[in-house]
C-alpha cells in the first residue's frame, strides 16, 4: 500500500499519457497523494480536467497562475514529495533532464526534488534504442534515477518494438517496491557471479563459432541481485547491453575465458547463477590468416570446451549454484541430468517453444526444478522472471 505517501506525476507530451490517468487512479486507490505537473505539450495528449478530477487537486503546468500570478513553487513541490514520478516521459523530458535544462514546471521540479525520481520512458523504437537515448538513461540511472524499463510490442507509429510505456499496474508495482525499500538490501554482504550472454570461438582472425543468446536474461539477474544490495561480478560474454547499475561487468571472449574469470571469482562468492549460453566445442586450431576457399567442401575440427558450471559445481560446498538449461526435446529429463551432473541447486529450464520466450525477446517463459520437483510459470517478462529466480535464492539462503 501506499498510504499517504505524496506522488508527483509528471506526465510529458507523448501518446501514452492517456495511461497516466489509469496510472493516477491506481495510486490513489492505493492510498497515495498525487499532484500532476504537464508539460505544454502533454495538454494535447491529456485533458488536464481528466488529471485533475482523478488526482482531486487542480493540474500545474505553469510557473504562475497567469490569472491571479499565484506561484507554483517548484521547491515546495520537490519538498512536498516522496517521489517525483514521470510517466511517461519522452525522449526530450530525459534528454532535458540529463543536461539540466529547466524550461517548464516539471523540469524545475526535477531540479529541486531532494525525493526519489522514477520515469517511465515511452517513445518509438528507434528513438528509444537511439545511442543518444540510451546514454541518457544511463546518465540518469548512474545519478540514481529509477528506470522503469518500457516493454516491446506495437507502438503508436504502427512499428513494433521496444518503447511502449510499461502498463499501469507494472509501474505501480516498482512504486511501492521502490519507495517501500522492501526487496531492497536483502542480499547486503553476498557476493554472486553471474555469467551472461554468448561466447565467441574465433576460427580464423575474421570468422567465429557463437550463437543467438542476447545475454539479457542473465543481464536481468545481475540488476536484481545487485537491486537487493548483493556485491555482483557480471562474466559477460558479446552482448550489446549496458552494465546494470551497481554490478561490475567482467568482459569475456571465448569459452575458455569465461572459464577461468568464472574460476577465479568462485573462491570468494557465496553463489553463482550460470546464464551463459557457452559454447561446447571450439576449433581445434585458430588459423592465424584469414582461410583461403577452394572449390572443395571444408572441415573445422572442433574439440570440447571446459564446463564451467560443472567446475563450480564440483568445490560448491553449501554455496548457491543455478544453471540454465534449453532443450529442444527430452526438456524435463535432461535438465533433470543436469541438476546432478553439474551439481546445481536448480534448474531454469527455458522454452523454446513458446512464441516469444527464450533468445531476443525481452519475456521467458520457465519451469524451475530442483529436486523436490518443479515449478511451472507463465510467459513474463525476463525481469519478472529474474525476480522470481532470486526469490528462490533467497530461500536458499535462509535454510
Ligand atoms: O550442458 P548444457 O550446456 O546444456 O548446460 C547448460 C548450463 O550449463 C547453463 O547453466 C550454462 O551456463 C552452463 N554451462 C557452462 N559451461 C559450459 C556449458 C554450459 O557453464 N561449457
Not at 16 to 24: F, T, V
Request: aromatic share 4%.
Amino acid at each position: 500500500m501506499l498510504n499517504g505517501k505524496h506522488i508527483i506525476l509528471g506526465i510529458t507530451g507523448s501518446i501514452a499519457a492517456y495511461k497516466a490517468a489509469m496510472l493516477c487512479r491506481l495510486l490513489v486507490k492505493e492510498g497515495a497523494e498525487v499532484r500532476v505537473i504537464m508539460t505544454p505539450l502533454a495538454k494535447q495528449f491529456i485533458t488536464p480536467l481528466t488529471m485533475a478530477t482523478l488526482s482531486k487537486h487542480p493540474i500545474l503546468v505553469e510557473f504562475f497562475n497567469p490569472e491571479n500570478g499565484e506561484w507554483n513553487s517548484h521547491v515546495s513541490l520537490g519538498e512536498w514529495a516522496d517521489m517525483l514520478l514521470i510517466a511517461p516521459a519522452t525522449a526530450n523530458t530525459l534528454a532535458k533532464m540529463t543536461t539540466g535544462i529547466a524550461d517548464n514546471l516539471l523540469l524545475t521540479t526535477y531540479l529541486s526534488a531532494r525525493s526519489v525520481v522514477a520515469v517511465a520512458p515511452a517513445m518509438d523504437l528507434d528513438m528509444y534504442a537511439h545511442t543518444t537515448t540510451q546514454q541518457n538513461l544511463r546518465t540518469l540511472a548512474e545519478r540514481g534515477v529509477e528506470i522503469i524499463e518500457p516493454a516491446a510490442g506495437e507502438l503508436a507509429s504502427g512499428l513494433v518494438g521496444k518503447g511502449r510505456m510499461a502498463e499501469p499496474e507494472e509501474i505501480v508495482e516498482r512504486v511501492r517496491e521502490i519507495l517501500g525499500g522492501v526487496k531492497k538490501k536483502s542480499l547486503e554482504g553476498k557476493r554472486y557471479i553471474v555469467t551472461a550472454g554468448a561466447t565467441i570461438e574465433p576460427i580464423d582472425p575474421v570468422r567465429y563459432i557463437t550463437n543467438h543468446s542476447t545475454g539479457k536474461m542473465g543481464y536481468a539477474i545481475a540488476e536484481e541481485l545487485a537491486r537487493r544490495g548483493a556485491e555482483v561480478k557480471l562474466i559477460s560474454g558479446r552482448t550489446a547491453l549496458a552494465v546494470p547499475k551497481g554490478v561490475e561487468r567482467i568482459d569475456t571472449l571465448t569459452a575458455e575465458d569465461m572459464y577461468n574469470a568464472a574460476v577465479s571469482e568462485w573462491q570468494d562468492a557465496d553463489g553463482a547463477v550460470m546464464c551463459a549460453a557457452v559454447a561446447d566445442y571450439t576449433p581445434k586450431t585458430v588459423a592465424d590468416r584469414k582461410l583461403k576457399k577452394s572449390d572443395d567442401d571444408m572441415r573445422i575440427e572442433l574439440r570440447r570446451t571446459k564446463d564451467i558450471a560443472r567446475e563450480l559445481g564440483a568445490s560448491k560446498g553449501n554455496r548457491t549454484l543455478v544453471g540454465f538449461a534449453l532443450e529442444t526435446d527430452n526438456e524435463e529429463a535432461n535438465a533433470e541430468g543436469k541438476l546432478e551432473r553439474k551439481n546445481l541447486d536448480f534448474v531454469v529450464l527455458n522454452s523454446l517453444r513458446d512464441e516469444g520466450a527464450g533468445f531476443r525477446g525481452d519475456n521467458n517463459k520457465v519451469t524451475l526444478i530442483d529436486r523436490n520437483g518443479r515449478e511451472e510459470h507463465p510467459l513474463m517478462s525476463k525481469k519478472k522472471v529474474a525476480e522470481i529466480i532470486v526469490d528462490k535464492i533467497e530461500k536458499l539462503n535462509n535454510k
